[in-house]
Structure formats: structure tokens, C-alpha cells
């Protein structure tokens, strides 16, 4: 097929009547033929039109394919740049987050850094101060640690049998001295109290019962840091009070009893019992001697196997525990205890203070008068106690934690929180030790109010022990005391004010106890007890000095004739010389006596001959009104006792009884003559309690006893009257001893 054949078929084909439907009319060959032959045609002519495009697209085919191959390779190559990429996009974008996490982390760990800073320097800022001094202290304190801890070994070893004066004439004098004299640092006049026991610990034995006073503290140092077994000296019962608190719950009980005393036949058996669960042991009843059986425990011959320690006691090998405690503790006020029996143990002087029964009998007071004041103070000195040690825990947790960090501060969250807690709970703590401070003080106030009759109670209370001195027999225990000083508050007339009321119940508790010593005294013994009880009265009052004492109890017997200025009267024996000039160099009222003597030399005379001098006015021109003057009207009969006893020894004892009479703290009723009736007597007994009667020769009560008895069973009375006569003689003192402890006596009959 081609141009020139579609030219020649062109004629016939472009006739109008060449279609297949004309030739069907021929045949239907003819109409095949018609129709092939116009397809041809229209075949020949499209495929002109469509070859150059086919070809076209052949071309066109081919470059696509060429295209298509260095698209798939462009495609490989973009999909290996893309993979490249996605790798290195990835990798950027794990350093960018790691960069990015890690300053952020950086800066968030910086902002917690500061803010952990800033709560650790306002949370020291309030210590920063004091741990400054602290730390020069320390420092400080570092150099002399060695001597202090001697001096502080020294005390606990060395100073348990002595009183509160000897014991610091020992620190201040020998043991600090012998350490400079060493060079040996060392802190001039150590408070050993501070020194080993803190504040918190002070508080808990107060609330156990012992008290408050430095001697008493210092006994309770000598108890809990001796590594020996303590030998108590408890003449009143306070050292047993306390550690029977302090034992409480680590005391056995053996029929009720929680002590054992050293003559019990089962004493082995029950320190067996107690060394074996670390129990505590208080064995009462101590004399002059320890059973020998408790050497090997005093001396701590332990017998160690593996982990378990035992003690042979007795040929019996028995278990110790490290928390057994035993306590020895004895009545008597002076016992003679053996060298050996105080190397094996503790020796502590309990005897009772002044000024620590002063503190008791106040609180006996105030639990009298005033029993909500006194339970408040309780409750508030549990309180300050209880803050104080959890403030002094508090800040050892905090130092310890500081001290055993061993990283970056700013990284221990939990120190901060450990800090931000303290910091919260300090000052709540102080908060409330302010506010029980302040109610402290207010306590205090009003309790001061009645501490007069608390310091008269203790003056009489030691004036009555010092009387033991002048007899054995004298001896009168703290809790017979005690029932006289609670009775006389029962005794005493109430009144409205408190000073009226402690003025009442001062007089009465003084009379009251004047009246129950002087019926037990021998006659030539009761005004003794009644000066003696007026002085202490006076020099607690501090309107005496220890001088003033001194100076009536030796008058001028120190000194030597040779060796004081000529005697410049004939008339005046040496004795009295010496009296006048030792008077004249110790009390500024009678400073210029020498000299007024020489002036007034015949009146002073007279009165040196009289017989009765102390009824004269004093010569001279003005002694008279500066014994009556305001300013020695307290003590102007004492000034003038002085000047008679000085002068006239003689008349000293009626001097005495005129200066009673004349004091204002005593009276015409402690100097007139007073008689004690069985009735009276009677009155004041108790079942528990017998009356001893010293007979003097020729008296005989048994009638009046006869006749009491009677009367009070006539009248249903259920008290029972011990009746037991006891004469004195050759024999009878070691049984009047032993029996009197404990025992009220009745006047000489």
C-alpha cells in the first residue's frame, strides 16, 4: 500500500455511491470488498498521520527508557544520598538532643545547685556564727583536751568520797596544778560537769528525782561514767530515791521489794539471776564492810569463752551480761570503809546539801500551797527537757551528716532536707523553749515567794544533824524531819497573802521543830542547839558571815600576847586582851574599842567588874545607838553577845539567853523553860514509831504511863502505847545507838 495506489483507488472511492451498503446491493462480496478497500484507505491515510508519531514514539520510547535507566540510577544514587542523609540527620540529631539534654540537664542541675546552695546558706546562715566560735573554741579546746580529760579521769577516780568544797580544792588546786607543773595543757578552774554530761542528760536525772544542786549532779556523773560498781554513802535516802527511778525498768522484784539487802541468804541466787539478764542489783544495808563472796564481781574477773562472758563467784561459774549494774548503798553518815573495799569500788558522798534540801522542801512547799503551780512546773520542766534534747539531737544529726559527706554538699538532696527539717523543727523547738522559759520564769516568781520557809526548813534540818556532833544520840533521820516540816504547814495559821502565809508557817515550823529536838536533848545541851540554830538562821539570812562565828566560837585565841600591842590596861587578864584586840580587828563596830577604852578608862571598869555587865549600857558615846540604829538593829543583840563574851566569858551564857530573847528571828519562847507531859508525848506518837524515856536518877513516869493508858482505852482510841524504859549507864550506849535511829526522844524525866 501506497501513495500511489490510495491516488488510483481515490477516484473510486471518492464516488458517492462506493459504500458498502450500494455494494451489498451487488453482493455481499462486493460489500466485503467495498468495506476492505475504504479500510485500506482510511488505514493508509491515518497510518501516514500516526507512523511519524509511533516512530516518534519508538524514539521517544527509547530516550524514556534511556531516561528511566539514569532515573533509577539517579534514583539509586538519590536513595543512597537520602539513606546518607537520614544516617547523618539522625546522628545530628542524636548529638543536638544529647547537646540539647545535656545543657539542659546542665542548666537544671545548675538552677537545683543554686537553689540547693541557697537553702543550704540560709539554712546555716542562723550557725554560722556560733559554729565560728565553736570552731575557735575547739581549736582551743583541742590543746587542753589531754589535761581535761586527766583532770576529768582524776575526778570520777579520785573524788566520789569528798564534799562539794574538797572536791573542787582538788580540781582548781592539785589536779590543775600538777598538770601546769607538767606542762600539760589544761583549762583553768574546768566545770567537769559540762565537761561529761550534757544538758539533756542533767534534765532526765532531775525528773528521776535527784537534785538539782552541783553536788548532786557531780554524784550523778560519778554513778554512770565510773567503769566500778558505786558505793553510795545515803545517810538520807536520796541517792536510793533516784536510782530506783533511774532503774525502773531494769529492777528486778523479789516480794515486792526491788532492793536486796547484804545479809539475805538468797543474795547469791538473786546475783546470779540478775548478772546472767543484765539486770540492776541495789543491795542496801551496807556497814563497814562487803561480803567477800562479791569480790570477783566488784573487781570484774571475767572469764571470757567465745561471745559469752562468766564470772566465778563462789566456785560457781555464773553468766555476765554487760548490762549488769549493781549499786551498794549504805545508811550510815560515816562509815569506815576499809583502803581495799574503796579500790574495788566507787566511793560517792550522797549526803544531802543545804541548798539541795532547800530545792526539795520547796517543792514540798509549793506541792502543799500551791500543787497546780508545782505540777505545771513539772510539766513545763518535762517539756524544756524533752525540746532541749531533741534540739541537741537535731543538731548532732545535722554535724553528722555534714562530717561524713564525703561528695559535693550541693548533690546530697537529703542533707538539704535533712537541713530544711532542722532548720523547721529548730525553730519550733526554740519557739517553745522561749515560751517555757517565759512560763519558767513566771513559775519561778511566784515559787520564790515561798523559798523562805523551804531555806528555814533545810537551816533547821542541818542545825538538827550538826547536834549529832555534840552527841551520837542526836541523830535524827531526813524522813522524821520531813514529817515535822509537813505537819507544821498543816499547823500553820492560813492566810490570803502568800508572805503572811509563809511568815505563819516559818514560825511555826521553827517552834514546831524546837519543841520536838529539845524534849530528846540532855539539859546542858539545849541551849547549844538553840545558839546554833539562831546562827545558821542569821548567816543564811546574811545578816552574819562565817567571821562572825569565828570570831564568838574563838574570840581572841589565835592570837599570841608576844606578838599584839602592850597591854594597856592592869585591870584585864591577857585572855581578855587578846578577846578585845581580836574584836577590835574583826568587826567595824568595835574598831576604835582600844582607843575608847583608853578615853572611857574607869566606866569600861565598872563594867568589866560589875556583876551583871550585860545589864549595863555599853560605855562609851555611842555604842548604844548603833546596836539600836536601823542598820545593826538586826544583829545589834549578837554585837552585843560579842562585846560580853569578849570581856566577861562568864556571863556568856545568860548573854546567850538575852540574845534569843532579844532576836527578832527567835523569841522569849525558845529561851523560857518548857515541860514535855506524857499526854503531850502521847499526842505526838505513832504505832511504828516507840518512845524512848532517859531516866535521870529518882524519876520514875510509870504512874503517868498507868494513868494514860486507861484514859485512852476508855475512850476507844485503837492506838497502842508502847511503853519501854531504858536506863542509862555503863553498857548502855552501843544499844542506845542502835536503837535510837529513827526514833523519837522524850524529855529527861
Given at each position: 500500500?501506497?501513495?500511489?495506489?490510495?491516488?488510483?483507488?481515490?477516484?473510486?472511492?471518492?464516488?458517492?455511491?462506493?459504500?458498502?451498503?450500494?455494494?451489498?446491493?451487488?453482493?455481499?462480496?462486493?460489500?466485503?470488498?467495498?468495506?476492505?478497500?475504504?479500510?485500506?484507505?482510511?488505514?493508509?491515510?491515518?497510518?501516514?498521520?500516526?507512523?511519524?508519531?509511533?516512530?516518534?514514539?519508538?524514539?521517544?520510547?527509547?530516550?524514556?527508557?534511556?531516561?528511566?535507566?539514569?532515573?533509577?540510577?539517579?534514583?539509586?544514587?538519590?536513595?543512597?544520598?537520602?539513606?546518607?542523609?537520614?544516617?547523618?540527620?539522625?546522628?545530628?540529631?542524636?548529638?543536638?538532643?544529647?547537646?540539647?539534654?545535656?545543657?539542659?540537664?546542665?542548666?537544671?542541675?545548675?538552677?537545683?545547685?543554686?537553689?540547693?546552695?541557697?537553702?543550704?546558706?540560709?539554712?546555716?546562715?542562723?550557725?554560722?556564727?556560733?559554729?565560728?566560735?565553736?570552731?575557735?573554741?575547739?581549736?582551743?579546746?583541742?590543746?587542753?583536751?589531754?589535761?581535761?580529760?586527766?583532770?576529768?579521769?582524776?575526778?570520777?577516780?579520785?573524788?566520789?568520797?569528798?564534799?562539794?568544797?574538797?572536791?573542787?580544792?582538788?580540781?582548781?588546786?592539785?589536779?590543775?596544778?600538777?598538770?601546769?607543773?607538767?606542762?600539760?595543757?589544761?583549762?583553768?578552774?574546768?566545770?567537769?560537769?559540762?565537761?561529761?554530761?550534757?544538758?539533756?542528760?542533767?534534765?532526765?536525772?532531775?525528773?528521776?528525782?535527784?537534785?538539782?544542786?552541783?553536788?548532786?549532779?557531780?554524784?550523778?556523773?560519778?554513778?554512770?561514767?565510773?567503769?566500778?560498781?558505786?558505793?553510795?554513802?545515803?545517810?538520807?535516802?536520796?541517792?536510793?530515791?533516784?536510782?530506783?527511778?533511774?532503774?525502773?525498768?531494769?529492777?528486778?522484784?523479789?516480794?515486792?521489794?526491788?532492793?536486796?539487802?547484804?545479809?539475805?541468804?538468797?543474795?547469791?541466787?538473786?546475783?546470779?539471776?540478775?548478772?546472767?539478764?543484765?539486770?540492776?542489783?541495789?543491795?542496801?544495808?551496807?556497814?563497814?564492810?562487803?561480803?567477800?563472796?562479791?569480790?570477783?564481781?566488784?573487781?570484774?574477773?571475767?572469764?571470757?569463752?567465745?561471745?559469752?562472758?562468766?564470772?566465778?563467784?563462789?566456785?560457781?561459774?555464773?553468766?555476765?551480761?554487760?548490762?549488769?549494774?549493781?549499786?551498794?548503798?549504805?545508811?550510815?553518815?560515816?562509815?569506815?570503809?576499809?583502803?581495799?573495799?574503796?579500790?574495788?569500788?566507787?566511793?560517792?558522798?550522797?549526803?544531802?546539801?543545804?541548798?539541795?534540801?532547800?530545792?526539795?522542801?520547796?517543792?514540798?512547799?509549793?506541792?502543799?500551797?500551791?500543787?497546780?503551780?508545782?505540777?505545771?512546773?513539772?510539766?513545763?520542766?518535762?517539756?524544756?527537757?524533752?525540746?532541749?534534747?531533741?534540739?541537741?539531737?537535731?543538731?548532732?544529726?545535722?554535724?553528722?551528716?555534714?562530717?561524713?559527706?564525703?561528695?559535693?554538699?550541693?548533690?546530697?538532696?537529703?542533707?538539704?532536707?535533712?537541713?530544711?527539717?532542722?532548720?523547721?523543727?529548730?525553730?519550733?523547738?526554740?519557739?517553745?523553749?522561749?515560751?517555757?522559759?517565759?512560763?519558767?520564769?513566771?513559775?519561778?516568781?511566784?515559787?520564790?515567794?515561798?523559798?523562805?520557809?523551804?531555806?528555814?526548813?533545810?537551816?533547821?534540818?542541818?542545825?538538827?544533824?550538826?547536834?549529832?556532833?555534840?552527841?551520837?544520840?542526836?541523830?535524827?533521820?531526813?524522813?522524821?524531819?520531813?514529817?515535822?516540816?509537813?505537819?507544821?504547814?498543816?499547823?500553820?495559821?492560813?492566810?490570803?497573802?502568800?508572805?503572811?502565809?509563809?511568815?505563819?508557817?516559818?514560825?511555826?515550823?521553827?517552834?514546831?521543830?524546837?519543841?520536838?529536838?529539845?524534849?530528846?536533848?540532855?539539859?546542858?545541851?539545849?541551849?547549844?542547839?538553840v545558839m546554833l540554830l539562831t546562827m545558821k538562821i542569821l548567816v543564811a539570812a546574811d545578816k552574819l558571815k562565817t567571821s562572825d562565828m569565828t570570831l564568838f566560837l574563838r574570840g581572841g585565841a589565835a592570837l599570841d600576847i608576844t606578838s599584839v600591842r602592850r597591854k594597856a590596861f592592869g585591870w584585864m587578864s591577857n585572855e581578855v586582851w587578846l578577846n578585845v584586840v581580836q574584836l577590835s580587828q574583826s568587826n567595824s563596830v568595835y574598831a576604835n574599842l582600844i582607843g575608847d577604852m583608853a578615853a572611857n578608862e574607869s566606866s569600861w571598869k565598872r563594867w568589866y567588874e560589875d556583876n551583871e555587865p550585860e545589864q549595863l549600857p555599853i560605855p562609851g558615846d555611842n555604842y548604844e545607838q548603833q546596836l539600836s540604829g536601823d542598820e545593826a538593829n538586826d544583829i545589834g543583840p549578837f554585837l552585843k553577845l560579842l562585846l560580853v563574851r569578849c570581856l566577861r566569858v562568864d556571863r556568856s551564857i545568860l548573854m546567850c539567853k538575852e540574845f534569843l530573847r532579844n532576836t527578832k528571828e527567835m523569841g522569849p519562847a525558845y529561851v523560857e523553860p518548857v515541860t514535855d507531859t506524857i499526854e503531850s508525848v502521847y499526842d505526838g506518837m505513832i504505832p511504828e514509831v516507840p518512845v524512848i524515856f532517859l531516866l535521870s536518877r529518882g524519876a520514875d513516869p510509870t504512874d503517868s504511863h498507868r494513868n494514860a493508858?486507861?484514859?485512852?482505852?476508855?475512850?476507844?482510841?485503837?492506838?497502842?502505847?508502847?511503853?519501854?524504859?531504858?536506863?542509862?549507864?555503863?553498857?548502855?550506849?552501843?544499844?542506845?545507838?542502835?536503837?535510837?535511829?529513827?526514833?523519837?526522844?522524850?524529855?529527861?524525866?
Open positions: 500500500m501506497n501513495n500511489e495506489t490510495i491516488e488510483f483507488l481515490s477516484v473510486y472511492i471518492d464516488i458517492e455511491q462506493f459504500n458498502p451498503a450500494v455494494a451489498k446491493n451487488a453482493s455481499t462480496a462486493a460489500e466485503g470488498l467495498c468495506t476492505y478497500v475504504r479500510a485500506m484507505k482510511f488505514y493508509h491515510e491515518a497510518s501516514k498521520i500516526v507512523k511519524p508519531k509511533m516512530e516518534a514514539l519508538a524514539v521517544a520510547e527509547n530516550q524514556m527508557e534511556a531516561a528511566n535507566a539514569a532515573l533509577e540510577a539517579a534514583e539509586a544514587r538519590l536513595a543512597a544520598c537520602n539513606e546518607k542523609l537520614a544516617e547523618l540527620q539522625g546522628l545530628f540529631d542524636a548529638q543536638m538532643a544529647k547537646k540539647k539534654k545535656s545543657i539542659e540537664d546542665g542548666a537544671m542541675a545548675l538552677q537545683k545547685k543554686m537553689n540547693q546552695a541557697s537553702a543550704l546558706i540560709d539554712g546555716l546562715a542562723g550557725e554560722r556564727v556560733r559554729w565560728a566560735e565553736d570552731a575557735f573554741n575547739f581549736s582551743e579546746q583541742k590543746k587542753r583536751l589531754v589535761g581535761d580529760c586527766a583532770i576529768a579521769c582524776a575526778f570520777v577516780s579520785y573524788c566520789g568520797p569528798f564534799n562539794q568544797q574538797f572536791r573542787e580544792y582538788l580540781i582548781n588546786d592539785k589536779f590543775t596544778a600538777d598538770c601546769e607543773a607538767r606542762n600539760v595543757p589544761v583549762t583553768r578552774n574546768l566545770d567537769v560537769i559540762s565537761f561529761l554530761v550534757d544538758v539533756g542528760t542533767i534534765g532526765d536525772w532531775n525528773m528521776q528525782g535527784l537534785p538539782t544542786d552541783p553536788l548532786s549532779t557531780q554524784n550523778g556523773i560519778l554513778v554512770t561514767k565510773s567503769t566500778r560498781f558505786p558505793l553510795l554513802v545515803d545517810p538520807q535516802g536520796q541517792a536510793l530515791s533516784w536510782i530506783l527511778n533511774k532503774e525502773r525498768e531494769n529492777l528486778p522484784t523479789w516480794n515486792g521489794q526491788n532492793v536486796v539487802h547484804l545479809s539475805d541468804p538468797k543474795l547469791k541466787d538473786k546475783l546470779e539471776f540478775c548478772m546472767g539478764d543484765g539486770k540492776s542489783l541495789v543491795v542496801v544495808g551496807v556497814e563497814d564492810e562487803i561480803d567477800p563472796m562479791l569480790d570477783p564481781v566488784l573487781e570484774k574477773e571475767i572469764i571470757r569463752k567465745g561471745s559469752k562472758m562468766f564470772i566465778n563467784v563462789s566456785d560457781k561459774v555464773m553468766d555476765y551480761d554487760p548490762n549488769f549494774r549493781l549499786y551498794f548503798i549504805t545508811r550510815l553518815p560515816n562509815p569506815t570503809f576499809s583502803p581495799e573495799l574503796q579500790a574495788k569500788t566507787t566511793l560517792i558522798d550522797f549526803t544531802v546539801t543545804q541548798k539541795g534540801l532547800e530545792e526539795q522542801l520547796l517543792g514540798k512547799v509549793i506541792g502543799k500551797e500551791q500543787k497546780a503551780l508545782e505540777e505545771q512546773l513539772t510539766q513545763v520542766l518535762e517539756e524544756v527537757n524533752a525540746n532541749t534534747k531533741s534540739l541537741m539531737q537535731l543538731d548532732a544529726s545535722l554535724l553528722e551528716r555534714l562530717t561524713s559527706n564525703s561528695g559535693d554538699l550541693l548533690e546530697d538532696e537529703q542533707l538539704v532536707s535533712v537541713l530544711a527539717g532542722t532548720k523547721a523543727k529548730a525553730a519550733e523547738v526554740n519557739a517553745k523553749l522561749v515560751a517555757a522559759d517565759e512560763t519558767r520564769t513566771n513559775i519561778a516568781e511566784k515559787r520564790e515567794q515561798f523559798r523562805p520557809a523551804a531555806t528555814r526548813g533545810s537551816v533547821l534540818y542541818f542545825s538538827i544533824v550538826e547536834m549529832s556532833l555534840v552527841n551520837v544520840m542526836y541523830q535524827t533521820s531526813l524522813d522524821q524531819f520531813l514529817e515535822l516540816f509537813m505537819g507544821s504547814m498543816d499547823k500553820a495559821d492560813k492566810a490570803a497573802l502568800a508572805s503572811k502565809s509563809v511568815a505563819n508557817i516559818i514560825d511555826t515550823m521553827t517552834y514546831t521543830t524546837y519543841r520536838y529536838v529539845n524534849r530528846g536533848l540532855y539539859e546542858s545541851d539545849k541551849l547549844t542547839f493508858v486507861p484514859q485512852e482505852e476508855a475512850t476507844g482510841t485503837d492506838r497502842h502505847f508502847s511503853r519501854r524504859r531504858s536506863r542509862t549507864g555503863r553498857h548502855q550506849g552501843h544499844q542506845c545507838r542502835r536503837d535510837q535511829r529513827n526514833v523519837g526522844l522524850a524529855a529527861e524525866l
